[in-house]
């Protein structure tokens, strides 16, 4: 750990230099097991990320968030506007479970899942390291006048980047719109869509500037999940940790000498090669303890297991643990917080999976129009005017739709037409009326509960109020 007189490394952040302007980071390219596992994740994740919009569930898109409309689908389970309390209690779970996860594995997500990591690091980095080469060309190159190398590899390069950018931003709007809306829109050409192709090209710019330029200020200075790190990690949290008791000892750390006897140095295992801080993505010292910076990319821990094998020494000096386990040697256990996280997440997965039993296939709701009193009618019938909407969530038609009265006698007349069919994941509306005799009517505003039928089958219940005089009974 840093002692007092080497605290500095606080007063700034690893992207900025001391006159306060961006330190660009060269990290040197990163190779290793972990590395290995990484690019594996990345690689099944990224084939996640561009497939899911293109596959479908019963005719549902597998993953789509339409904002604009309120329409969301997910693992090819549909969301409807007035599904959105599921919607709500699905994202509270989410964060209950990213809350469990930081707490007990701490940044895992960044460095494995977070998409931000997986293009930078996966795609938009490694795309660098084969143009620009690795750390050192990268360091020359930039001080490099404009000569025709470097003009050659920075249009080549921006130019790969733009359309990695592009590909992203269509994948991003097929998330928001629906695929079937973005094939229809390229198949159409963008003449007929100005709109849409100038937002298109504005998400491509802005994720060109974040791969290109912005890069590891977004897990710095922009994300708020890297800044909940500090009140969600404890000591236990399981982290991408520098082993300081090992690796400074009582002599503290020390440069490697030819042919030294290390253990029986007095020396710490911290052969202080720096490799671990010139690997580092966003440019820190991990030697310093826990830092906002650190995305748990474990490039560091790949880095000095490299150096511990070569000289000789045990690998492990950096690497996942907990700050208890390098003070203390406490294993990793269920802390009451963290048993605690799981009887809350229990408890709303249960309410969730209840919730998606309940919920129908068809919505309805009937309500009176505004402004119209009842009318009193022939036969001493009294008559209400209403709007009905009818949403279908599945993905087939629904006809020979009716309504019938469940609670009272009475009549329900559909104004134009005698049944209606609500089509495939869409909403039907129009007018009925309901008229019922005022004997059967008790008081002056009446609960009326109402069955929709498809054919003979009642497919949806609801309930409406019904307006009287009050002088009955
Ligand atoms: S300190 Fe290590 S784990 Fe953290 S960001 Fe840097 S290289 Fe990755
Ligand atoms: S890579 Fe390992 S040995 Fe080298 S400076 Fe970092 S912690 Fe020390």
Avoid at 178 to 191: A, H, K, N, V, W
Avoid at 298 to 317: F, N
Avoid at 390 to 416: A, C, M, Q, W, Y
Wanted: glycine share 8%; with cysteine; proline share 4%.
């Amino acid at each position: 750990m840093a002692d007092q007189g080497q605290e500095n490394f606080r007063d700034t952040i690893g992207t900025l230099n001391e006159e306060g302007k961006r330190a660009w980071v060269f990290p040197k390219k990163p190779s290793g097991k972990w590395y290995e596992y990484r690019k594996y994740v990345s690689y099944a994740l990224l084939l996640i990320l561009f497939s899911a919009p293109f596959i479908k569930i019963n005719g549902n898109q597998f993953m789509m968030f339409n904002i604009l409309e309120r329409r969301f689908n997910i693992f090819g389970f549909p969301f409807w506007p007035q599904d959105f309390y599921l919607f709500v209690i699905m994202m509270i779970i989410g964060v209950v479970f990213v809350i469990f996860f930081t707490v007990a594995f701490g940044r895992l997500f960044c460095g494995w899942i977070c998409p931000q990591t997986i293009f930078m690091e996966m795609i938009f980095r490694r795309i660098e390291y084969w143009i620009d080469g690795d750390r050192g060309k990268q360091i020359r190159l930039a001080k490099m006048p404009w000569n025709a190398e470097k003009i050659r590899k920075r249009v080549l390069k921006w130019s790969i980047f733009f359309i990695i950018s592009f590909l992203i931003a269509n994948i991003f709007l097929a998330y928001l719109i629906g695929s079937d809306e973005l094939i229809r829109y390229i198949t159409d050409g963008p003449s007929q869509h100005g709109s849409t192709l100038i937002s298109l090209m504005i998400f491509t710019g802005v994720f060109y500037f974040i791969f290109a330029w912005f890069r590891e200020q977004v897990c710095i200075i922009v994300c708020p999940y890297g800044r909940l790190q500090g009140a969600l990690l404890d000591n236990k949290s399981i982290i991408v940790a520098y082993d300081h008791k090992r690796g400074e000892k009582e002599e503290g750390r020390a440069k490697f000498k030819k042919k030294e006897d290390r253990p029986a140095s007095g020396k710490g295992d911290c052969i202080d090669c720096s490799a671990c801080v010139h690997v580092c993505p966003t440019g820190i010292d991990i030697r310093n303890g826990t830092q906002l910076e650190c995305v748990n990319c474990t490039a560091c821990i790949d880095a000095c297991d490299h150096m511990m094998e070569a000289v000789y020494l045990p690998k492990g000096l950096i690497r996942y643990t907990s700050e208890d386990n390098i003070e203390k040697g406490e294993k990793f256990k269920l802390t009451p917080r963290l048993k605690g996280y799981i009887v809350v997440l229990g408890i709303l997965t249960a309410v969730l999976i209840g919730m998606l039993f309940l919920r129908n296939d068809v919505e309805a709701s009937i309500l009176r129009l505004p402004g119209q009193l009842y009318e009193h009618k022939a036969d001493n019938i009294i008559s209400n005017v209403y709007t009905y909407k009818l949403v279908n969530k599945t993905v087939e038609p629904i006809d020979s739709i009716t309504f019938r009265l469940k609670s009272h006698k009475g009549t329900i007349k559909l104004v134009s037409n005698t049944s209606v069919t609500v089509p495939e994941a869409g909403l039907t509306q129009g007018t009925l009326f309901i008229e019922i005799n005022a004997s059967a009517i008790k008081t002056d505003k009446e609960r009326l509960e109402i069955e929709i039928m498809s054919g003979d089958q009642v497919i949806e219940t609801t309930t409406t109020a019904f307006l009287g005089p009050r002088s009955y009974n």
